[in-house]
Structure formats: C-alpha cells, structure tokens
C-alpha cells in the first residue's frame, strides 16, 4: 500500500492580538446602543449568566478587535463577528456571511484585563 502524503497545515494569513480594559468596557456597557452594536444576543447571554460578566465581555471586545487585526479588515462591523464556547469551555470564533473562514482563538483575562489572540488561516 503506498504512504498517505502527510497532510499540510494550512497556511498563515494573518495574527492579531488585542488588549482591552475591563473598567472601560463596564462603562460603555451602560449604553444599550453599544451593547446592540458590538456584541451578539449569544455572547451577551453567555456573559449574562456569569458572575464576571464584564470580564467576560471585555473579552470578547478583544477578540473582535483581534480578528480585525488578523484580517486586517477595519470595516468589519464589530457584531458581525461572534464568539461562542463549546461545552468544556473553549472558544471558537467566527464572521457571519463567512462561513469557509478558519480562524483559531485563545482568550484569559482578570478582573482589570482581557487579552485575546487570533490566527486567520488561507482558505
Ligand atoms: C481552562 C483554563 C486553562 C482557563 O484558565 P484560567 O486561568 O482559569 O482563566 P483565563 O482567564 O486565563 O481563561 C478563561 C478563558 O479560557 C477559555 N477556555 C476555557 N476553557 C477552555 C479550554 N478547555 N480550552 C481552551 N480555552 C478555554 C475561555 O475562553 C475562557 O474565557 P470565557 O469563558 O470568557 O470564554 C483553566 O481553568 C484550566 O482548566 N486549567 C487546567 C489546569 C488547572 O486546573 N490549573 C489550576 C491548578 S491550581
């Protein structure tokens, strides 16, 4: 039987990582328009129900503004964009309209802080 030709690993398009400021977050919070503009009814329940919600959200500010860098998309408006968690946890995000788009996440923050990294990879 001949060798299965080694699968590659698809390539590298972009990398972005962002910061984000959990104190400023909770503040733009207080206005529903920012709310509606910047997160999806899914990531707002997910934050919803836990204990640190505003972490939570700043989190995935972060990511949104990582997947921009990584696509280097700046016109992407920032709800189209949508994190969700599997059952142990991790996340996984994605762009609406654009479904062969892989990108890969990882997310930590503090009660100050929420970092994200994302890797866009070719199609
Ligand atoms: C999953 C784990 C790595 C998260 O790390 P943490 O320092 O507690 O928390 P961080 O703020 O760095 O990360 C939280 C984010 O990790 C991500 N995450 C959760 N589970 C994950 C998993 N299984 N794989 C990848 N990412 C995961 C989530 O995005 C989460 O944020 P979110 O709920 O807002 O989406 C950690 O809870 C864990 O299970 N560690 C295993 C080792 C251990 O038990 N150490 C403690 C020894 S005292």
Redesign the pocket.
Known sequence: MAAKTPKRPPAVAGLGVDLAEVARIKRLAAKPEFLRRVFTPGELA??GK?R?RF??LA??FAVKEAVIKALDETSLPLNAIE?E??E????RVGVKGRPGLQLM??????ASYAVAAVIAFKA
């Not at 142990?88 to 996340?91: L, M, Q, Y």
């Open positions: 997910y934050a836990s640190n972490e939570r989190a995935r994190v968690n599997t142990s946890g991790r996340p996440v990882s997310i930590s923050h503090t």
